[in-house]
Antibody, heavy 119, light 107 residues
Framework: QVTLKESGPGILQPSQTLSLTCTFS??????????VGWIRQPSGKGLEWLAN???????YYNPSLKNRLTISKDTSNNQAFLKITNVDTADTATYYC???????????WGQGVMVTVSS | DVVLTQSPATLSVTPGERISLSCRAS??????LHWYQQKPNESPRLLIK???QSISGIPSRFSGSGSGTDFTLSINGVELEDLSIYYC?????????FGAGTKLELK
């Protein structure tokens, strides 16, 4: 059974760094073709893809967030991480992690974690 | 970036009817087009992958078609539990992008 769960700080102030953790089970990020992606959704709005990390440590980023994103993984502990630097109110959203298989489809999603950026 | 345009934005439906939702890409995405369903206060759920491939556990009334730039998600016999927002997503080129969604509401 594949499960994923996101965790994060809940609330943080503008200019701080957002650190998110995705803890998963039922698959391994060392298995060929496996990946974990991060997607966010502001309240009442659509989905925005942020980044993906793959079994071979390849990393994809959304260039719209320029150089603010860093994705990483801890294969032995079944975790993936996302850092977003210099946050502002526009980063307020629910952040999801999802398993990505083969190339691009996200077949299992976490429940999401709400992050609020406020002074 | 590939822009995905979903139409209509909102669709009013009657239980039992067959409906079609559209997703058009600004450039060809081959068949790297996936559909998700998101119910209120829930995470998205993968419905269809690679334009037309079914997903285990998803009811057979959901089907997908298309390639290149024009894609369709069909629901053959809408049920009340299908009232949700439907998103398409392309995985042909980076950055991966999502459409703005189509909301199904009760007529």
């Amino acid at each position: 059974q594949v499960t994923l769960k996101e965790s994060g700080p809940g609330i943080l102030q503008p200019s701080q760094t957002l650190s998110l953790t995705c803890t998963f089970s039922g698959f391994s990020l060392s298995t060929y073709g496996m990946g974990v992606g991060w997607i966010r959704q502001p309240s009442g709005k659509g989905l925005e893809w942020l980044a993906n990390i793959w079994w071979d440590d390849d990393k994809y980023y959304n260039p719209s967030l320029k150089n603010r994103l860093t994705i990483s993984k801890d294969t032995s502990n079944n975790q993936a991480f996302l850092k977003i630097t210099n946050v502002d109110t526009a980063d307020t959203a629910t952040y999801y992690c999802a398993r990505t298989v083969a190339t691009s489809e996200n077949d299992y999603w976490g429940q999401g974690v709400m992050v609020t950026v406020s002074s | 970036d590939v822009v995905l345009t979903q139409s209509p934005a909102t669709l009013s439906v009657t239980p039992g009817e067959r409906i079609s939702l559209s997703c058009r890409a600004s450039e060809s995405v081959d068949t790297y087009l996936h559909w998700y369903q998101q119910k209120p206060n829930e995470s998205p759920r993968l419905l269809i992958k690679y334009a037309s491939q079914s997903i285990s556990g998803i009811p057979s009334r959901f089907s997908g078609s298309g390639s290149g730039t024009d894609f369709t998600l069909s629901i053959n016999g809408v049920e009340l539990e299908d009232l949700s927002i439907y998103y398409c997503q392309q995985g042909n080129s980076l950055p991966y992008t999502f459409g703005a969604g189509t909301k199904l509401e009760l007529k």
